[in-house]
Protein backbone atom coordinates (compact mmCIF):
# COMPACT_ATOMS: atom_id res chain seq x y z
CA UNK A 1 0.00 0.00 0.00
CA UNK A 2 1.08 3.27 -1.04
CA UNK A 3 0.46 5.31 2.46
CA UNK A 4 2.23 2.30 4.43
CA UNK A 5 5.46 2.65 2.22
CA UNK A 6 5.30 6.51 2.03
CA UNK A 7 4.91 6.24 6.39
CA UNK A 8 7.64 4.30 6.58
CA UNK A 9 10.09 5.66 4.31
CA UNK A 10 9.29 9.50 6.11
CA UNK A 11 10.04 7.70 9.79
CA UNK A 12 13.15 5.84 8.27
CA UNK A 13 14.78 9.00 6.58
CA UNK A 14 14.16 11.14 9.51
CA UNK A 15 15.62 9.15 12.12
CA UNK A 16 18.51 8.29 9.97
CA UNK A 17 19.13 11.70 9.64
CA UNK A 18 18.93 12.70 12.83
CA UNK A 19 21.22 9.98 13.69
CA UNK A 20 23.62 11.03 11.32
CA UNK A 21 23.39 14.60 12.48
CA UNK A 22 23.98 13.46 16.16
CA UNK A 23 27.44 11.31 14.93
CA UNK A 24 28.29 13.97 12.73
CA UNK A 25 28.63 16.50 14.88
CA UNK A 26 29.95 14.88 18.59
CA UNK A 27 32.73 13.40 15.75
CA UNK A 28 33.61 16.78 14.59
CA UNK A 29 33.36 18.29 18.04
CA UNK A 30 35.72 15.14 19.81
CA UNK A 31 38.29 15.19 17.01
CA UNK A 32 39.07 18.84 16.68
CA UNK A 33 39.11 19.03 20.70
CA UNK A 34 41.26 16.75 20.64
CA UNK A 35 44.07 18.06 18.40
CA UNK A 36 43.13 21.53 20.47
CA UNK A 37 43.96 19.25 23.56
CA UNK A 38 47.34 17.92 21.31
CA UNK A 39 49.04 21.69 20.77
CA UNK A 40 47.44 23.68 23.85
CA UNK A 41 46.36 20.85 26.59
CA UNK A 42 43.56 21.12 28.83
CA UNK A 43 44.75 22.79 31.57
CA UNK A 44 48.13 25.26 31.59
CA UNK A 45 50.13 26.31 34.89
CA UNK A 46 51.91 29.52 33.71
CA UNK A 47 53.40 32.65 35.06
CA UNK A 48 50.67 35.34 34.70
CA UNK A 49 52.40 37.87 32.38
CA UNK A 50 53.19 34.98 29.92
CA UNK A 51 49.54 34.98 28.43
CA UNK A 52 50.98 38.31 26.47
CA UNK A 53 55.22 37.49 26.52
CA UNK A 54 55.36 33.89 26.66
CA UNK A 55 58.89 33.75 26.45
CA UNK A 56 60.27 35.91 29.01
CA UNK A 57 58.66 34.46 32.50
CA UNK A 58 59.76 31.50 33.65
CA UNK A 59 58.14 29.42 36.51
CA UNK A 60 59.70 26.66 38.48
CA UNK A 61 58.66 23.43 38.09
CA UNK A 62 60.19 21.60 40.82
CA UNK A 63 58.83 18.40 42.71
CA UNK A 64 56.66 20.27 45.19
CA UNK A 65 54.37 21.83 42.56
CA UNK A 66 54.49 18.52 40.10
CA UNK A 67 53.38 16.96 42.74
CA UNK A 68 50.33 19.08 43.66
CA UNK A 69 49.22 19.50 39.88
CA UNK A 70 49.42 15.80 39.66
CA UNK A 71 47.37 15.00 42.56
CA UNK A 72 44.86 17.77 42.13
CA UNK A 73 43.87 17.20 38.64
CA UNK A 74 44.86 13.30 38.23
CA UNK A 75 45.94 14.03 35.27
CA UNK A 76 46.57 11.86 32.58
CA UNK A 77 50.41 13.65 31.79
CA UNK A 78 52.06 16.63 33.59
CA UNK A 79 54.49 17.93 30.97
CA UNK A 80 56.48 20.94 31.16
CA UNK A 81 57.00 23.12 27.91
CA UNK A 82 58.91 26.08 27.08
CA UNK A 83 58.37 28.43 24.41
CA UNK A 84 61.20 30.94 22.45
CA UNK A 85 59.89 33.45 19.86
CA UNK A 86 62.03 33.89 17.14
CA UNK A 87 62.35 34.25 13.01
CA UNK A 88 63.05 31.36 10.69
CA UNK A 89 65.29 32.91 7.62
CA UNK A 90 66.73 31.34 4.45
CA UNK A 91 68.26 33.26 1.78
CA UNK A 92 65.02 34.20 0.13
CA UNK A 93 62.40 34.47 2.82
CA UNK A 94 61.85 34.35 6.77
CA UNK A 95 58.90 33.52 9.11
CA UNK A 96 58.15 34.40 12.63
CA UNK A 97 58.06 31.20 14.73
CA UNK A 98 57.17 30.02 18.19
CA UNK A 99 59.43 27.18 18.65
CA UNK A 100 58.09 24.79 21.43
CA UNK A 101 60.75 22.90 23.79
CA UNK A 102 59.03 19.59 25.17
CA UNK A 103 60.47 16.68 27.73
CA UNK A 104 61.38 13.54 27.97
CA UNK A 105 57.63 13.10 29.39
CA UNK A 106 56.30 15.08 27.19
CA UNK A 107 53.16 12.74 25.17
CA UNK A 108 54.21 12.59 21.79
CA UNK A 109 51.11 10.25 20.38
CA UNK A 110 49.29 13.15 19.12
CA UNK A 111 52.10 14.85 16.97
CA UNK A 112 53.65 12.06 15.82
CA UNK A 113 50.22 11.14 14.34
CA UNK A 114 50.42 13.97 11.91
CA UNK A 115 53.92 13.70 11.19
CA UNK A 116 54.13 13.68 7.06
CA UNK A 117 57.54 13.75 6.21
CA UNK A 118 60.76 12.59 8.07
CA UNK A 119 60.41 11.30 11.72
CA UNK A 120 60.12 12.96 15.53
CA UNK A 121 62.65 12.48 17.25
CA UNK A 122 62.81 11.71 20.92
CA UNK A 123 63.29 15.10 22.39
CA UNK A 124 64.77 15.16 25.87
CA UNK A 125 65.71 11.72 25.77
CA UNK A 126 68.30 11.72 23.30
CA UNK A 127 70.83 14.14 23.02
CA UNK A 128 71.55 14.21 19.25
CA UNK A 129 67.87 15.65 19.01
CA UNK A 130 69.19 19.07 20.95
CA UNK A 131 69.36 21.00 17.58
CA UNK A 132 66.69 19.56 15.50
CA UNK A 133 63.43 20.82 15.13
CA UNK A 134 60.08 19.68 13.77
CA UNK A 135 58.19 21.93 11.63
CA UNK A 136 54.54 22.15 9.74
CA UNK A 137 54.06 21.56 6.74
CA UNK A 138 52.71 25.40 5.89
CA UNK A 139 56.17 26.72 7.49
CA UNK A 140 57.76 24.53 4.90
CA UNK A 141 56.36 24.96 1.73
CA UNK A 142 56.57 29.15 2.26
CA UNK A 143 60.15 28.83 3.28
CA UNK A 144 60.72 26.01 0.25
CA UNK A 145 62.25 23.41 3.01
CA UNK A 146 62.35 19.72 3.35
CA UNK A 147 63.72 17.50 5.85
CA UNK A 148 67.56 17.29 6.57
CA UNK A 149 67.89 21.11 5.42
CA UNK A 150 69.94 23.03 7.79
CA UNK A 151 68.32 26.39 8.74
CA UNK A 152 68.85 29.83 11.15
CA UNK A 153 66.92 30.67 13.73
CA UNK A 154 67.41 34.32 14.76
CA UNK A 155 66.16 35.84 18.81
CA UNK A 156 65.60 38.70 19.90
CA UNK A 157 66.19 40.03 23.34
CA UNK A 158 68.49 42.27 24.98
CA UNK A 159 70.91 41.25 21.72
CA UNK A 160 70.74 39.16 18.53
CA UNK A 161 71.30 35.53 18.79
CA UNK A 162 71.48 32.93 16.15
CA UNK A 163 71.21 29.39 15.73
CA UNK A 164 71.13 26.76 13.48
CA UNK A 165 68.81 23.72 12.91
CA UNK A 166 68.84 20.73 11.32
CA UNK A 167 64.74 19.64 10.30
CA UNK A 168 63.95 16.20 11.38
CA UNK A 169 60.48 16.12 10.42
CA UNK A 170 57.54 17.93 8.87
CA UNK A 171 54.11 17.63 10.12
CA UNK A 172 50.04 18.86 9.44
CA UNK A 173 47.10 19.19 11.64
CA UNK A 174 45.32 21.85 9.67
CA UNK A 175 45.23 23.74 12.51
CA UNK A 176 45.64 27.43 11.08
CA UNK A 177 46.81 29.10 13.93
CA UNK A 178 49.41 26.71 15.19
CA UNK A 179 50.42 25.08 12.09
CA UNK A 180 51.44 28.73 10.69
CA UNK A 181 54.37 29.24 13.49
CA UNK A 182 54.41 26.05 15.61
CA UNK A 183 57.59 24.89 15.39
CA UNK A 184 59.18 21.26 17.84
CA UNK A 185 61.97 21.56 19.80
CA UNK A 186 63.92 20.10 22.57
CA UNK A 187 63.40 21.59 26.08
CA UNK A 188 66.85 22.07 27.16
CA UNK A 189 67.44 24.13 23.99
CA UNK A 190 65.39 26.17 24.59
CA UNK A 191 66.52 26.88 28.54
CA UNK A 192 69.67 27.45 27.49
CA UNK A 193 68.60 30.26 24.69
CA UNK A 194 66.01 32.04 27.37
CA UNK A 195 68.90 31.35 29.96
CA UNK A 196 66.92 29.66 32.33
CA UNK A 197 68.07 26.54 34.80
CA UNK A 198 66.61 22.93 34.64
CA UNK A 199 63.77 22.86 36.85
CA UNK A 200 62.35 26.23 35.09
CA UNK A 201 59.56 26.53 31.84
CA UNK A 202 57.47 28.56 30.39
CA UNK A 203 54.27 26.57 31.62
CA UNK A 204 52.85 22.62 32.17
CA UNK A 205 50.88 21.64 30.45
CA UNK A 206 48.10 19.33 32.12
CA UNK A 207 45.77 16.48 30.14
CA UNK A 208 42.81 14.62 31.63
CA UNK A 209 42.13 11.62 31.05
CA UNK A 210 38.14 12.81 30.76
CA UNK A 211 37.54 16.39 29.11
CA UNK A 212 34.31 16.42 30.49
CA UNK A 213 36.20 17.08 33.98
CA UNK A 214 37.48 19.67 32.69
CA UNK A 215 35.57 22.68 34.86
CA UNK A 216 35.74 20.86 38.13
CA UNK A 217 39.44 20.01 37.36
CA UNK A 218 40.27 23.49 36.61
CA UNK A 219 38.36 24.94 39.68
CA UNK A 220 40.35 22.54 42.32
CA UNK A 221 43.75 23.05 40.60
CA UNK A 222 43.38 26.64 40.87
CA UNK A 223 42.23 26.61 44.81
CA UNK A 224 45.33 24.63 44.98
CA UNK A 225 48.02 26.30 42.93
CA UNK A 226 46.77 29.18 45.11
CA UNK A 227 47.74 27.82 48.14
CA UNK A 228 50.68 26.56 46.76
CA UNK A 229 51.72 30.55 45.93
CA UNK A 230 50.88 31.69 49.45
CA UNK A 231 53.04 29.01 51.21
CA UNK A 232 55.63 29.95 48.91
CA UNK A 233 55.62 33.31 48.65
CA UNK A 234 54.90 33.35 44.71
CA UNK A 235 52.75 36.11 43.02
CA UNK A 236 52.09 35.37 39.16
CA UNK A 237 51.63 31.87 39.16
CA UNK A 238 48.18 31.12 37.78
CA UNK A 239 45.82 28.13 35.94
CA UNK A 240 44.68 28.78 32.23
CA UNK A 241 42.10 26.13 30.93
CA UNK A 242 41.78 25.31 27.26
CA UNK A 243 38.27 27.24 27.12
CA UNK A 244 40.33 30.31 28.51
CA UNK A 245 43.11 30.09 25.86
CA UNK A 246 42.78 32.68 23.40
CA UNK A 247 44.21 30.82 20.66
CA UNK A 248 41.54 27.91 21.25
CA UNK A 249 38.45 30.00 22.77
CA UNK A 250 36.95 30.80 19.32
CA UNK A 251 37.04 27.27 18.13
CA UNK A 252 35.48 25.75 21.48
CA UNK A 253 33.27 28.36 21.20
CA UNK A 254 31.92 27.81 17.39
CA UNK A 255 31.95 23.88 18.50
CA UNK A 256 29.36 24.34 21.25
CA UNK A 257 27.33 26.62 18.76
CA UNK A 258 27.21 23.13 16.96
CA UNK A 259 24.61 21.91 19.58
CA UNK A 260 22.10 23.91 18.56
CA UNK A 261 22.20 23.08 14.88
CA UNK A 262 21.91 19.69 16.04
CA UNK A 263 19.06 20.57 18.40
CA UNK A 264 16.93 21.98 15.40
CA UNK A 265 17.73 19.50 13.10
CA UNK A 266 16.77 17.04 15.55
CA UNK A 267 13.14 19.10 16.29
CA UNK A 268 12.60 19.36 12.34
CA UNK A 269 13.22 15.65 11.81
CA UNK A 270 10.48 14.65 14.51
CA UNK A 271 8.13 16.79 12.97
CA UNK A 272 8.79 15.60 9.91
CA UNK A 273 8.57 11.71 11.01
CA UNK A 274 5.40 12.27 13.14
CA UNK A 275 3.56 14.53 9.99
CA UNK A 276 4.22 11.39 7.62
CA UNK A 277 3.20 9.13 10.63
CA UNK A 278 -0.40 11.14 10.80
CA UNK A 279 -0.57 11.58 7.20
CA UNK A 280 -0.23 7.70 6.93
CA UNK A 281 -3.04 7.14 9.66
CA UNK A 282 -5.11 9.34 8.40
CA UNK A 283 -5.01 7.53 5.11
CA UNK A 284 -5.49 3.98 6.55
CA UNK A 285 -8.54 4.92 8.34
CA UNK A 286 -10.22 6.48 5.31
CA UNK A 287 -9.38 3.70 3.49
CA UNK A 288 -10.87 1.09 6.15
CA UNK A 289 -14.04 3.53 6.67
CA UNK A 290 -16.43 0.55 5.65
CA UNK A 291 -14.18 -1.69 7.32
CA UNK A 292 -14.96 0.31 10.49
CA UNK A 293 -18.41 0.57 10.32
CA UNK A 294 -18.69 -3.46 9.83
CA UNK A 295 -16.78 -3.82 13.15
CA UNK A 296 -19.11 -0.93 15.10
CA UNK A 297 -22.15 -2.88 13.51
CA UNK A 298 -20.66 -6.13 14.70
CA UNK A 299 -20.56 -4.61 18.29
CA UNK A 300 -16.57 -3.29 18.16
CA UNK A 301 -16.01 -0.15 20.47
CA UNK A 302 -14.28 3.31 19.36
CA UNK A 303 -11.35 2.46 21.46
CA UNK A 304 -11.08 -1.36 20.55
CA UNK A 305 -10.91 -0.03 16.85
CA UNK A 306 -8.67 2.92 17.70
CA UNK A 307 -6.44 0.51 19.32
CA UNK A 308 -6.46 -1.49 16.51
CA UNK A 309 -5.21 1.20 14.10
CA UNK A 310 -2.64 2.70 16.87
CA UNK A 311 -0.79 -0.81 16.89
CA UNK A 312 -0.43 -0.91 13.53
CA UNK A 313 0.67 2.32 12.52
CA UNK A 314 3.01 1.08 15.47
CA UNK A 315 4.57 -1.70 13.81
CA UNK A 316 5.36 0.45 10.22
CA UNK A 317 6.58 3.10 13.01
CA UNK A 318 9.46 0.13 13.99
CA UNK A 319 9.61 -0.98 10.67
CA UNK A 320 10.50 2.41 9.62
CA UNK A 321 12.93 2.76 12.89
CA UNK A 322 14.62 -0.52 12.20
CA UNK A 323 15.35 0.54 8.23
CA UNK A 324 16.88 4.36 9.54
CA UNK A 325 19.02 3.10 11.95
CA UNK A 326 20.18 0.11 9.31
CA UNK A 327 20.67 2.48 6.74
CA UNK A 328 22.52 5.60 8.74
CA UNK A 329 25.10 2.51 10.20
CA UNK A 330 25.80 1.34 6.88
CA UNK A 331 26.41 5.06 5.57
CA UNK A 332 28.33 5.73 8.98
CA UNK A 333 30.18 2.59 8.31
CA UNK A 334 30.92 3.72 5.12
CA UNK A 335 32.00 6.77 5.78
CA UNK A 336 34.38 5.74 8.38
CA UNK A 337 35.85 3.15 5.97
CA UNK A 338 36.11 5.26 2.91
CA UNK A 339 36.31 8.97 3.86
CA UNK A 340 33.38 9.40 0.80
CA UNK A 341 32.50 13.20 2.02
CA UNK A 342 35.64 15.07 1.89
CA UNK A 343 36.08 18.39 3.74
CA UNK A 344 38.38 21.57 3.31
CA UNK A 345 40.56 21.51 6.17
CA UNK A 346 42.21 24.93 6.09
CA UNK A 347 37.79 25.36 6.91
CA UNK A 348 37.41 22.66 8.98
CA UNK A 349 40.34 21.91 10.62
CA UNK A 350 40.04 18.07 9.48
CA UNK A 351 40.13 16.75 5.55
CA UNK A 352 37.16 14.58 6.14
CA UNK A 353 33.77 14.19 8.13
CA UNK A 354 34.43 12.50 11.25
CA UNK A 355 31.84 10.47 12.60
CA UNK A 356 31.66 9.16 16.34
CA UNK A 357 28.92 7.24 18.25
CA UNK A 358 27.14 7.92 21.45
CA UNK A 359 25.00 4.76 23.18
CA UNK A 360 23.57 7.45 25.23
CA UNK A 361 22.73 9.91 22.15
CA UNK A 362 21.39 6.82 19.92
CA UNK A 363 19.44 5.52 22.24
CA UNK A 364 17.86 8.92 23.28
CA UNK A 365 16.72 9.77 19.70
CA UNK A 366 15.21 6.11 19.04
CA UNK A 367 13.01 6.45 22.09
CA UNK A 368 12.62 10.25 21.85
CA UNK A 369 11.16 9.56 18.03
CA UNK A 370 9.59 6.23 19.32
CA UNK A 371 7.44 8.39 22.08
CA UNK A 372 6.92 11.54 20.27
CA UNK A 373 5.53 9.87 17.15
CA UNK A 374 3.02 7.20 18.63
CA UNK A 375 1.93 10.55 21.22
CA UNK A 376 1.00 12.30 17.67
CA UNK A 377 -0.93 9.69 16.72
CA UNK A 378 -3.21 9.31 19.08
CA UNK A 379 -5.31 12.67 17.83
CA UNK A 380 -6.10 11.79 14.56
CA UNK A 381 -7.18 8.04 16.13
CA UNK A 382 -10.35 9.66 17.22
CA UNK A 383 -11.56 10.25 13.70
CA UNK A 384 -12.71 6.76 14.51
CA UNK A 385 -15.40 7.95 16.63
CA UNK A 386 -17.01 10.13 14.10
CA UNK A 387 -17.33 6.83 11.18
CA UNK A 388 -21.45 5.99 11.23
CA UNK A 389 -21.54 2.36 10.47
CA UNK A 390 -25.17 2.57 8.88
CA UNK A 391 -23.80 5.29 6.05
CA UNK A 392 -20.53 3.57 5.66
CA UNK A 393 -22.12 0.64 5.13
CA UNK A 394 -24.44 1.59 3.02
CA UNK A 395 -22.33 3.55 0.92
CA UNK A 396 -20.20 0.12 0.27
Not at 64 to 87: C, H
Not at 316 to 328: E, S
Request: hydrophobic share 50%; proline share 3%; net charge neutral.
Amino acid sequence: MPAVHIATAGVAVGLAVMILSVCLVKGFQGEVAAKLAGFASHIEVLDLNSQTDADNHPITADAALMDVVKKTTQAETVQRVSVKIGVMKTHDDFSGIMLKGIGKEYDKKFIRSCMVEGKFPDFGSNADAINQIVLSRQIAEMLHLKVGDKVYVYFFTNTIKQRRFEIAGIYETHLQQFDKNFVWTDLQTINQLNDWGEEQCSLLEVKLQNFDDLEERTAKLGDAVTAYKNSHQITNLSVMSIRDNPRTRPVLSWLELLDLNVMVILVIMLCVAGVTMISGLLILILERTTTIGVLKALGASNRRIRRIFLVYAGHILVRGMVIGNVFAFLLALLQSQFHLVRLDPATYYVDAVPLAYDPAWLIGINLATLLITLLTLVLPAFIVSVVQPAKTIRFD
